[in-house]
């Protein structure tokens, strides 16, 4: 028993020994560093924490910058105000504040926190209140009859219960969710950091592919890359059943994969085995990895399935290194990334001219991109239509061809054909969920459907705020402007330009100006400024309105700019004229 103190507030209960936050006895995942910070909040509880002070604990031997705290605070946000309660306040430009006073119990001590006594438990505290005290010496004998019967009774519940752990210990395990986590680069050589991180992205989406098997997106299992979390609490964080580790060791031509199943609740290992082979035939080893896994985890792979991972075709070995990087790259998330996966993806092609992969990797990059959209989606639109006809089963191919459909050549039918037949190849991929959510809302106009897929694509990247900034966006533009407000306090902090115009919506004018004031101060995104400007001026301050409006006209001159969203503003400024030659100017630009 750990004898550190530990904390309460509200239904909560925080043990720092254990690294656990419980709710009336249930764990509620949260990742390490979150729980870090948090622990630090309830630790000063009804005190300001200053963001510095914050980032020395959490990380006190790296430098990390303030959208890393953020990213926790919204994590905790988000583990602790499913009631619609809010526990840590936002001081703006200083730090955070948990407004419920923590109070300091001890193991052992009965509180909100704790379990609840076993049904044997229960049986024998009953049997316990129902023997009388023995005020007469005549009532001794019904007394030590009501207590044999009352022992009795015990020992048949602790019976039961022993017999009933032993049948669960000894029934096969059910999995039916799982996440990869990322794959050890063995060879010790940063430069292969690539390969094996486009190894698990592969086992990723081949396991994906599999209809009765939840699996959890690459964005969100790359926080665990390099440390050594317990499974267990893997598992509760990512909510799955069982987690996959393994090595990557790549020498030469020669590859090698060790994986290992693991169920994630008991930390009991399952499964494990070594694939070795030429690189030519890695795509056939990936499959070999996912068909055992399937076999594992009790999943009967439908006929589709199984021919499907019987049939891995061959790769060049330096096209798919140079495709892996491109993996790596679109990974990255950082100014850059997106031309350098564009370059590998480039370089793959001219290796290996057939290599469908690399033409569905470069239409996801083209389509991820902030040029304007004549310059990219039709260069998005002849990768993606490469891939198809090179390998009709990749999923991202038929994502992004269903997307460019969507926003770019505006042909309904073929958006929803191809994002239909995405999510038939891959019903786990998040951003196929979020495409085919933004075609609901806007074509059929089935908002709950839409809004029900953008919660998927969180739920698979539950890691990732991006994923639940779409979701917001989605229910903004359904004029669900309170479920805007109540998803964006789980994750995103409190400076995003749709929160603000939501708030305006709702006629809540100080709320609204604050949170644009902060979205202005921490962008340079010309689009993203050109929403705040629309805050502005639907929460009645024109005059910010118009000169951060003059700010993106400028910057118009020198980058692209959607005309929808300066439309925006002079629509919300009364100014119909430019407000109707800002969105021809979207019309010919195919804005997205």
């Known amino acids: 028993m750990s004898t550190q103190q530990i904390y309460e507030f509200g239904d909560f209960r925080i043990d720092p020994g254990e690294r656990l936050l419980l709710r009336a006895g249930t764990a509620v995942p949260l990742a390490p560093k979150a729980f870090e910070t948090l622990l630090a909040l309830v630790e000063h509880s009804g005190h300001l924490v200053k963001k510095d002070e914050l980032m020395k604990r959490v990380w006190p031997d790296a430098f990390v910058e303030e959208v890393n705290l953020a990213q926790n605070v919204s994590a905790i946000r988000r583990a602790l105000d499913t009631n619609g309660e809010h526990y840590i306040e936002t001081v703006p430009k200083l730090g955070y504040r948990l ?7 001890w193991p052992g001590e009965e509180s909100v926190g704790s379990p609840r006594p076993s049904p044997a438990q229960d049986l024998q505290k009953i049997a316990a209140e129902s023997v009388p005290a023995p005020a007469k010496k005549r009532n001794g004998r019904r007394a030590g009859v009501i207590g044999l019967a009352a022992v009795f009774l015990v020992m048949i519940a602790g019976l039961t219960l022993w017999m009933r752990s032993r049948a669960a210990t000894a029934a096969p395990m059910r999995i039916s969710s799982l996440a990869v986590l990322p794959l050890e680069n063995l060879s010790k050589d940063p430069e292969q950091e690539y390969f094996a991180d486009g190894i698990t992205d592969e086992l990723i989406t081949d396991l994906a592919k599999i209809h009765a098997l939840k699996v959890i997106s690459r964005n969100s299992v790359m926080q665990y890359k390099g440390k050594h979390e317990p499974v267990p609490q893997i598992g509760r964080e990512l909510n799955v059943d069982a987690v996959v580790e393994g090595t990557v060791t790549h020498a030469g031509d020669r590859v090698r994969i060790t994986a290992q199943l693991i169920a994630a609740q008991q930390d009991r290992h399952l499964w494990a ?3 070795e082979g030429d690189l030519r035939n890695v795509l056939a ?5 996912t068909t055992a896994i399937a076999r594992q985890v009790r999943i009967q792979l439908t006929p589709q399935e199984q021919t499907e991972f019987a ?3 061959s790769v060049d070995p330096e096209a798919h290194q140079a495709y892996l990087r491109g993996l790596y790259e679109v990974g990255n998330h950082v100014a850059g990334s997106n031309a350098k996966a564009i370059e590998h993806f480039h370089r793959a092609i001219a290796i290996d001219p057939n290599d469908a992969l690399a033409y569905a990797g470069l239409a996801v990059a083209y389509t991820s991109s902030v040029d304007a959209p004549k310059a990219v989606m039709p260069k998005a639109e002849a990768a993606a239509l490469k891939a198809i006809e090179l390998d009709d089963t990749l999923a991202e191919a038929h994502s992004s061809l269903g997307f460019i459909k969507l926003v770019f050549d505006w042909d309904w039918p073929g ?3 191809e994002l239909r037949r995405a999510l038939q190849l891959n019903p786990n991929s998040p951003l196929a969920h ?3 959510g933004r075609y609901l809302l806007l074509v059929p106009h089935q908002v709950d459907e839409a809004i029900q897929n953008c919660q998927r694509a969180y739920d698979l990247d539950p890691a990732v705020p991006a994923e639940l900034d779409d979701l ?4 903004f533009f359904a004029r669900k402007y309170t479920a805007a407000i109540n998803e964006a306090a789980k994750e995103l902090e409190d400076n995003s330009p749709l929160l603000a115009t939501a708030y305006a919506e709702l006629g809540r004018r100080d709320e609204a100006l604050a949170i644009a004031g902060r979205a202005e101060a921490s962008t340079k995104i010309p689009t993203l400024l050109a929403q705040t400007a629309s805050a502005y001026a639907l929460a009645g301050d024109k005059k910010r309105a118009y000169a951060l409006l003059e700010k993106v006209l400028v910057l118009a001159d020198q980058h692209y700019v959607c005309g929808m969203n300066v439309a925006a503003v ?3 400024l009364g100014d119909k004229d430019r407000a109707m030659a800002w969105l021809e100017k979207a019309y010919r630009d195919r804005s997205v």
């Open 99 to 105: 407004i419920v006073k923590a109070r300091v119990v």
């Open 273 to 275: 085995e070594t694939y």
């Open 285 to 289: 080893l990936q499959d070999e990895v």
């Open 311 to 313: 049939h891995a075709r």
């Open 415 to 417: 958006a929803e054909q």
């Open 434 to 436: 979020m495409h085919y």
């Open 472 to 475: 917001v966006g989605i229910l």
């Open 570 to 572: 002079y629509s919300t």
